[in-house]
């Protein structure tokens, strides 16, 4: 793999790590509910789920799941039921604006196996994945090597999104004045965790 293809693969992964989705909600909501250490362990949750996609595309059952109907539907229907039920959670969640309290509501093991069964549970990534490495794979050199490097670069640009995400969610955070606010807040990110569900819930497969 020359330096070009890889910094292709990085702008690629890197506009695609920027694209809203379950991780981006989850890491916001929980970075707004919790702050910064809660999304820490909530990003690192999700780093697990990508890294086992990533395992499982590398030893071929990416191509498996993308080519079953049954096993794509039944983990999109777990996915989506997950998110709706995440999405609950948040919508009734309470309006106290004192982080410090929140987070020790829902200890941070809680909030990183969430964010684990966030990407594991989303059927869409391990299929894309499984499509999107091979375009980058160089057939007549050392794939495994190539599947290391593509999947290191996976996980270490979707950290630093997912910090910049968290970040904005503390920032945000500051701003909010009254109880009242953060209760919307917190419903508008569960009606967002909803709505991914829906989405997830009426995606085909390419």
Same mark, same amino acid.
Request: no cysteine; hydrophobic share 55%.
């Given at each position: ?12 992964? %890197?506009?695609?790590?920027?694209? &809203? ?13 919790? @702050? ?6 909530? #990003? ?13 595309? @590398? ?47 829902? &200890? ?9 069964? =966030? ?13 999107? %490495?091979?375009?980058? #794979? ?24 997912? #910090? @910049? ?13 009254? &109880? ?9 990110? @569960?009606?967002?965790?909803?709505? =991914? ?10």
């Amino acid at each position: 793999m020359t330096l070009d293809w890889w910094l292709t693969y990085l702008l690629t992964t %890197f506009i695609l790590s920027l694209s &809203p989705g379950s991780g981006a909600i989850n890491t916001m909501s929980t970075g707004i509910s919790h @702050g910064y250490r809660g999304a820490m362990a909530s #990003i690192a949750g999700l780093q697990v789920g990508l890294s086992l996609h990533i395992v499982l595309v @590398g030893i071929g059952l990416g191509a498996v799941l993308s080519q079953s109907l049954l096993a794509f539907e039944l983990l999109k229907w777990f996915g989506a039921a997950y998110l709706v039920w995440l999405g609950i959670q948040q919508w009734r969640a309470a309006g106290a604006l004192d982080l410090h309290t929140l987070a020790g509501t829902m &200890p941070r093991r809680r909030l990183f196996r969430r964010a684990v069964l =966030v990407n594991l549970t989303n059927p869409k990534s391990i299929v894309f994945l499984a499509a999107l %490495f091979p375009q980058f #794979i160089v057939p007549n050199q050392p794939q495994a090597e190539q599947y290391v490097i593509l999947g290191v670069t996976t996980v270490v640009v979707d950290i630093f999104v997912m #910090i @910049g995400y968290a970040t904005l969610a503390t920032r945000i955070a500051n701003w909010l004045k009254t &109880p009242r606010q953060m209760r919307l807040l917190n419903r508008i990110f @569960g009606s967002l965790f909803i709505l =991914v569900a829906g989405l997830l819930a009426t995606a085909r497969k390419a």
